[in-house]
């Protein structure tokens, strides 16, 4: 998947459901690190 596609779909989900960061990988079980990786497409596989 595309990770910059991936970043804009978990900020419209947080600014859907009102969620910081923080709040949503808590509620995904995943580190905020990860998720910062994702949004900037800073992820390597």
Do not use: P, R, W
């Not at 859907?16 to 994702?38: A, E, H, I, R, W």
Request: glycine share 6%; proline share 0%.
């Amino acid at each position: 998947m595309d990770q910059y596609v991936t970043g804009a779909v978990i900020k419209k989900l947080c600014e859907k459901n009102d969620l910081t960061q923080m709040q949503f990988v808590t509620k995904l079980g995943v580190s905020d690190k990860t998720v910062s990786k994702l949004e900037t497409g800073v992820s390597h596989s």
